[in-house]
């Protein structure tokens, strides 16, 4: 698994950090990002909501999210 830490950053970095990560990885492999910024949170599921890709996102603590991205 590849965590990638983006906790204070802002947009686009995250979701260009999850996109060159996913691009690395193999089917079954998962990429997890986490992030303390909403609009964060809503662009990486907006960008990965697509077929052969398992999402899933947990709001671990009020306002930190967990998105794990897996290469079906």
Partial sequence: MIEIDC????????????????????????????????CVHQNIL???NRSKISIEDDEVINGVWEIIITKL
């Fill in 7 to 38: 906790l204070g950053e802002m947009c686009p970095i995250p979701l260009l950090k999850a996109k060159e990560a996913f691009k690395t990885i193999q089917s079954g492999e998962t990429v997890k990002i986490i992030t303390d910024h909403s």
């Fill in 46 to 48: 907006d960008h990965f």
